[in-house]
């Protein structure tokens, strides 16, 4: 619909856990939700086997940086952060270029993703290299599978977006471009994910064929530990730092999808609207033709209701193009922390089983295993690599939505100056009739 160039996504960068609201509470959500929460009384007792106390940790990590400040020009403030941080970032990424290939087989579309870095981990300081969608969905997994402690970005949906019939149109491709850029661009600026083997291997190999068959079966230690965890025993309760963020990770997804449906009605209608606009405004310029002295307010009718159809057309697309990707790239975001989430819990469960063999034992100070002490390291990691990605994760998601909202704002508000000033315009050309008169 747009003859335009693309616009990019905003990017974004690490927020503090302490700062999350807590969506179903009031003044008590901080301490729900902050370093200072009560944890479960069925993890507050300390077992003390040996010289080894083995405690669930409930601690909160500190609070992160604070998000930079905005610019109190609108257009600034849309802006932000394209590039903080940008003196001290050694990796960047971008993906452009899409190719429509068509096999015997098969009809797919190919991306470019150009590497620019100064780290060792990289033999170049620059790489290009075509990756299709599947590409992309292998590494995603293999992030899972290597990093299970961590939020791994969210890609867009495989299959056709509501409302896009045709799979290979531009309007869609862009739209699925701009979401596996954002993708690469968040794994980008993590600390752990962007030192990735899989990253790396996927950013610079000729031929990632090879390397997808040479990983088939292989996973890390940690990973393959979370797939094995203790199968049949319940959690008895989530600490309530942990039960907050399952809380407000529901509630979030349950007001983004409500918000996303109604969106697109509303896009819908709006596109109804335009076409009875665009039948309704020649109307009055046929009409014209038959007319003497109201000829030329006619005519301004007429061009006034095209102008319309045209700020409302721009208001249409600014709405499919940039709101609703956001909105559907957060509601999987929750799925994936929630993903999370439910990992920590299986590597608690798994250690309270363990723990509680261990209490059973009848010797007066048993001897830790290392199966315990190692699972206890791993839910510990858990818990302390969750809470600094859902800091990072809310000040993300603090800063896009303050974007969107913010240009949501100002497109609004062109699309109602243009009407307005389309309808100011013709007032001259009746008032001089009346005048004549």
Same mark, same amino acid.
């Given at each position: 619909m747009s003859g335009g160039p693309p616009? %990019?996504?905003?990017?974004?960068?690490?927020?503090?856990?302490?700062?999350? *609201?807590? *969506?179903? &509470?009031?003044?008590?959500?901080?301490?729900?939700?902050g370093g200072d929460s009560t944890p479960s009384p069925d993890l507050l007792t300390a077992r003390s086997f040996g010289d080894k106390d083995l405690i669930l940790p409930n601690g909160s990590t500190p609070a992160g940086p604070a998000s930079?400040?905005?610019?109190?020009?609108?257009?600034?403030?849309? !802006?932000?952060?394209?590039? $903080?941080?940008? /003196?001290?970032?050694?990796?960047?990424?971008?993906?452009?270029? *899409? #190719?429509?290939h068509v096999c015997t087989m098969e009809t797919y579309i190919t991306y470019r993703i150009t590497t620019k870095s100064t780290r060792v981990e990289f033999d170049l300081p620059?790489?290009?290299?075509?990756?299709?969608?599947?590409?992309?969905?292998?590494?995603?997994?293999?992030?899972e599978e290597s990093q299970p402690t961590h939020l791994i970005p969210p890609l867009p949906e495989k299959f056709v977006v509501k409302g896009v019939v045709d799979r290979f149109s531009e309007e869609f491709v862009e739209t699925r471009r701009k979401a596996l850029d954002k993708f690469l661009k968040r794994i980008t600026d993590h600390p752990v994910l962007s030192f990735n083997e899989h990253f790396n291997v996927f950013l610079t190999a000729k031929d990632l064929n090879a390397h997808k068959k040479q990983g088939m079966a292989l996973l890390t230690r940690v990973g393959e530990s979370v797939k094995h965890v203790t199968g049949g025993y319940k959690l008895r309760s989530r600490p309530l730092e942990f039960a907050a963020i399952g809380e407000y990770l529901d509630t979030f997804a349950l007001k983004l999808g409500t918000i996303d449906r109604i969106a697109q009605r509303i896009i819908k209608e709006e596109i109804e609207y335009l076409v009875e606009l665009r039948e309704y405004g020649p109307v009055y310029s046929t009409w014209s033709a038959l007319e003497g002295e109201l000829a030329e307010p006619l005519e301004g009718v007429s061009a006034c209701i095209g102008n319309c159809s045209t700020a409302l057309e721009e208001l249409t697309e600014d709405m499919t193009e940039d709101f609703l990707p956001v909105l559907r790239e957060y509601i999987l975001y929750?799925?994936?922390?929630?993903?999370?989430?439910? +990992?920590?819990?299986?590597?608690? =469960? /798994?250690?309270? =089983?363990?723990?509680? %063999?261990? %209490?059973?034992?009848?010797?007066?100070?048993? +001897?830790?295993?290392?199966?315990?002490?190692?699972?206890?390291?791993?839910? /510990?990691?858990?818990? %302390?690599?969750?809470?600094?990605?859902?800091?990072?994760?809310?000040?993300?998601?603090? !800063?896009?939505?303050?974007?969107?909202?913010?240009?949501? &704002?100002?497109?609004? $508000?062109?699309?109602?100056?243009?009407?307005?000033?389309?309808?100011?315009? $013709? $007032? *001259?050309?009746? !008032?001089?009739?009346?005048? &004549? #008169?």
């Open positions: 616009k %990019a996504l905003p990017s974004t960068g690490p927020h503090s856990l302490r700062d999350m *609201p807590h *969506p179903l &509470a009031g003044s008590s959500s901080e301490e729900a939700v930079p400040a905005s610019s109190s020009s609108l257009l600034n403030r849309l !802006q932000l952060d394209d590039d $903080i941080d940008g /003196e001290t970032r050694d990796l960047f990424v971008t993906v452009d270029d *899409p #190719k429509k620059e790489y290009s290299v075509r990756r299709r969608y599947q590409d992309f969905d292998w590494l995603r997994n293999k992030l929750s799925d994936s922390m929630k993903s999370v989430l439910k +990992k920590r819990d299986q590597v608690q =469960a /798994e250690y309270e =089983a363990k723990l509680e %063999a261990v %209490a059973l034992r009848k010797e007066e100070r048993p +001897k830790v295993p290392a199966d315990v002490e190692k699972c206890q390291d791993r839910m /510990e990691c858990f818990n %302390a690599d969750l809470k600094a990605d859902m800091e990072r994760w809310q000040n993300s998601k603090r !800063q896009d939505f303050r974007q969107l909202l913010m240009g949501m &704002a100002d497109k609004n $508000i062109q699309y109602y100056e243009k009407c307005l000033m389309a309808w100011e315009s $013709i $007032i *001259p050309l009746l !008032q001089e009739k009346q005048e &004549a #008169k």
